[in-house]
């Protein structure tokens, strides 16, 4: 049997390479497609998998997204340093704000190991310990014991007698402020509590494009719901300060360009969007962290095809003379 075309070298060459392209396709699944989206990955498991991290920029050396301001700063995981937390066993610590930078407070990232144990914070200072991977569980002096999976919270009051232990690996984000204020004629307690299963309060207009403000009850222990549509806020109230998780839907924004005497401290647990403080506009992910100044111009936007959530801290409630 004749063929009425015959291949010139050239062409058999071409075929050849074409081949072996569409063998390494099929290998790989999809050589010109886009990877699946998985949908199996645990709550902020960005946090402690960043895109950016360490390891995704070896290609790229000197190069961080890391800034560092009088009025502000944005710490990305490229630029964590990890080193053992003190009095805490088997843990690694980052921190990503401290009064080097102006602060009140501490914000760090705890990497506990197998078999680890925290140490406790010095006297007269409070701790509130947020869970975003794995599992740990809290005990107090009385013997009170909680598992914290993720999502889950404590408020640890000034000089309770407490310890985290974990028998795997978790990753906390732990604040700890010192409690030069207190509130007239209350002794603050431990708390507990798990975001999902706290009610939430309508104050609307805050995000997207509708004006609203913050509802305040003065109680000590105070949610909020911040929303427009399906935008989120819940929030925790420390004794002079709150603990903030917002949720943004993709093109939703904050509507008030913020600028008060409060000063922040965020981790983005999820999704991604730009965030401008002072005159600069920064990108941001998960696992970005950011420090506010008082005073300093402050406004977000969520960009991306999913939600983006972040834990916020917020000093209030305190006159501030």
């Known amino acids: 049997m004749r063929f009425p075309h015959t291949l010139s070298p050239q062409s058999l060459f071409l075929l050849s390479i074409t081949t072996s392209f569409l063998r390494i396709a099929i290998a790989q699944e999809g050589f010109c497609s886009a990877p699946p989206i998985s949908t199996t990955q645990p709550l902020y498991w960005k946090v402690s998998n960043p895109t950016l991290s360490p390891t995704h920029l070896q290609d790229l050396p000197g190069f961080t997204r890391s800034v560092y301001k009088r009025d502000h700063a944005l710490i990305t995981p490229e630029s964590h340093v990890f080193s053992p937390l003190p009095d805490w066993s088997n843990t690694l610590g980052a921190y990503l704000i401290s009064p080097a930078m102006g602060s009140h407070f501490v914000m760090y990232l705890a990497k506990m190991q197998g078999k ?59 604040f700890e402020k010192s409690s030069y204020e207190q509130l007239e004629n209350h002794i603050p307690e431990q708390i507990v509590g798990l975001t999902d299963k706290q009610p939430v309060l309508d104050t609307p207009g805050e995000a997207s494009s509708q004006a609203s403000q913050f509802l305040n009850s003065g109680s000590f222990f105070l949610h909020l719901c911040l929303t427009t549509l399906t935008s989120i806020i819940l929030l925790m109230l420390f004794i002079l300060a709150n603990m903030q998780i917002m949720d943004f839907q993709p093109g939703e924004f904050l509507s008030v360009k913020e600028v008060h005497y409060n000063q922040h401290g965020l981790l983005l647990l999820e999704g991604q969007g730009v965030y401008r403080l002072g005159d600069s506009w920064y990108p941001v992910q998960a696992g970005d962290a950011i420090w506010m100044a008082p005073f300093v111009p402050q406004w977000y936007a969520a960009l991306g095809k999913t939600r983006s959530r972040y834990l916020l801290y917020k000093d209030v409630n305190r006159n501030p003379l």
């Open 116 to 174: 680890s144990k925290s140490g406790l914070p010095p006297n007269h200072v409070e701790r509130l310990i947020f869970v975003v991977q794995g599992m740990v569980t809290l005990t107090n002096v009385h013997g009170n014991s909680h598992k914290l999976m993720v999502d889950s919270y404590a408020y640890l009051p000034p000089n309770l007698e407490h310890f985290l232990n974990c028998d795997e690996s978790a990753t906390l984000i732990v």
